[in-house]
């Protein structure tokens, strides 16, 4: 295992994100492959995690776990997962900061080599 960085959920992006997002949805098999890719075993399969980046992944959680999603006067975004709000530039990361927040707290550990 990696050497494992806190990182606030609110500064979470990419990568680092998308592992966070996949410990938060109770994945216990997430790992690093050699491009620095969180990875996760499903039905003896190893899959990208892109919940950040890919609505096809993260469209489900959003369903499930948000309440509100709305964009800002700013043009960003905020999304509410239970008493935690998330915020970003995108509506899926909004949506995934908020989840990681709600089920992890407002920090994080992350392998070190996601952390950009």
Known sequence: MSELLKVEVSELEGAALDWA????????????????I????????F????FSRNWEQGGPLVEEH????????SGGWWAHSGNHVGEALTPL??????????KLG???????????
């Open 93 to 102: 990361i909004a949506a995934m900061r908020a989840i990681v927040a709600s």
């Open 38 to 45: 969180p990875i996760m075993l499903r039905e003896g399969v």
């Open 47 to 50: 899959h990208p995690c892109q």
């Open 21 to 36: 997002v996949a410990k938060a949805a109770g994945e216990n098999r997430v790992q690093v492959d050699a491009l620095a």
């Open 66 to 73: 948000v309440t509100a999603l709305n964009q800002s006067d």
């Open 106 to 116: 407002d920090t994080v550990e992350v392998p070190k080599e996601l952390v950009t």
